[in-house]
């Protein structure tokens, strides 16, 4: 069993810091190709990115979401596409923990192990003798050009009884990956569609959907860590805000770095720095960004002091995960929005980064578990003594 030496928050937060210069520089060729170049994949492995959710016995961190949201934060004020991809490999990688260990032991087998998934059911699958034959495939599935393993999500008719969705873990081998990815935002993410055809899963890799949920375990290894004792929605909700938080930094920065050099063109302002315009526009955004850091904060703070004292989840606290989501999603677009439009006309160019930025907050804001609108009205449905009308809470 391997032993690891454990870094700080504070040293993968500088790690995270030092290889953002190598994806910064990497951003424009990684939108133009549709794909995070091998440097940058290589400088995240350096920087420890890919260890922060995998077991401690093989190797890894074990992190809490404080740490994956301020690393994803220095990441994504570098390359919104780069931390978007790493803050979902987290997701299914925690996700891997919860398999039998012999399934681990597999799959972490591999240095640096990127494994990406879905948490929408695009597939069927029926029973065989040992396991499983799945047909289907899966959109959206972020850094799949890059991974080792996809989890993936089906819905299984057995013989007798009534369907269930179930999640099984497959190598991205075993799939046929369809290069579908032209999109307006997060481009470099390669999120492209992966099929399933006749596909054998053996029933060791193979768990029931709403015991993924509740984070329910088939690990006896892993049943004394904290990260493993929260439900799958709050935990992928806190690995996935990072980016987000990021992009509304690098946004801040890449305005404030072209300030001094420039004016307001066709007024009497040689410097934009001076106009009392300029000031009220730096102010509200920086403001949003602060307030988009509290509520990544709360989030993250609720779901790993639960996590460390093993206390159950209410319905009101799992509804407020999913809205600590949505206010900082739309809190960091606002504030990207401000810097945008305060950027002037020179900025539609591709070389300066906040139009990549305002595209790729866009893209999160569409998803369909960060969309601040679908986020406020859960809250406010269970608010008003409502069941929630979803699994995913």
């Known amino acids: 069993m391997p032993t690891t030496d454990i870094p700080t928050r504070e040293q993968l937060v500088r790690q995270a810091a030092e290889v953002a210069p190598v994806l910064r520089a990497n951003a424009a060729q990684a939108e133009e190709t549709r794909r995070i170049p091998e440097e940058s994949i290589e400088a995240l492995a350096d920087a420890g990115v890919f260890k922060l959710r995998t077991p401690v016995r093989y190797g890894g961190y074990e992190v809490d ?219 509200e955004a920086a403001l949003k960004l602060d307030a988009a850091e509290f509520h990544a904060w709360r989030l993250t703070n609720l779901v790993d002091t639960k996590s460390a004292e093993s206390t159950p989840w209410k319905l009101g606290e799992r509804a407020q995960v999913r809205a600590d989501v949505g206010a900082i999603v739309r809190l960091a677009k606002e504030s990207i929005d401000i810097f945008q439009s305060a950027s002037g006309g020179s900025s539609i160019y591709l070389d300066v980064p906040i139009q990549r930025i305002a595209r790729d907050i866009q893209a999160i804001s569409l998803h369909a578990l960060m969309n601040p609108n679908t986020n406020n009205e859960l809250y406010g449905r269970v608010l008003c003594g409502l069941e929630p009308d979803t699994l995913y809470i």
């Open 65 to 283: 979401t404080k740490t994956l949201a301020d690393v994803a934060g220095e990441l994504g004020s570098a390359d919104g596409s780069t931390s978007w991809v790493a803050s979902v490999y987290w997701i299914p990688t925690w996700m891997t923990g919860l398999f039998p260990d012999h399934v681990q032991d597999e799959v972490f087998s591999t240095p640096d192990v990127r494994v990406c998934g879905t948490l929408s059911p695009g597939g069927m699958a029926k029973p065989v003798d040992g396991g499983v034959l799945v047909n289907g495939k899966w959109g959206f599935i972020s850094g799949a050009l890059h991974s080792h393993w996809q989890e993936i999500i089906a819905i299984l008719v057995p013989d007798d009884g009534e369907p269930y969705p179930i999640m099984a873990l497959v190598p991205i081998s075993d799939l046929l990956v369809v290069d579908d990815w032209h999109t307006a935002g997060l481009k470099a993410t390669g999120s492209v569609t992966t099929v399933a055809q006749d596909l054998f899963v053996p029933q060791d890799r193979i768990l029931p959907l709403p015991a993924v949920l509740e984070g329910q375990s088939a690990s006896k290894l892993n049943a004394g860590s904290p990260i493993y004792r929260a439900p799958l929605l709050p935990v992928a909700s806190a690995s996935a805000v990072g980016t987000a938080i990021g992009l509304a930094k690098g946004a801040k920065d890449s305005f404030l770095s072209r300030l001094p050099d420039r004016k307001i063109t066709y007024t009497g302002y040689e410097s934009q720095r001076e106009a009392p315009l300029t000031h009220h526009q730096v102010a």
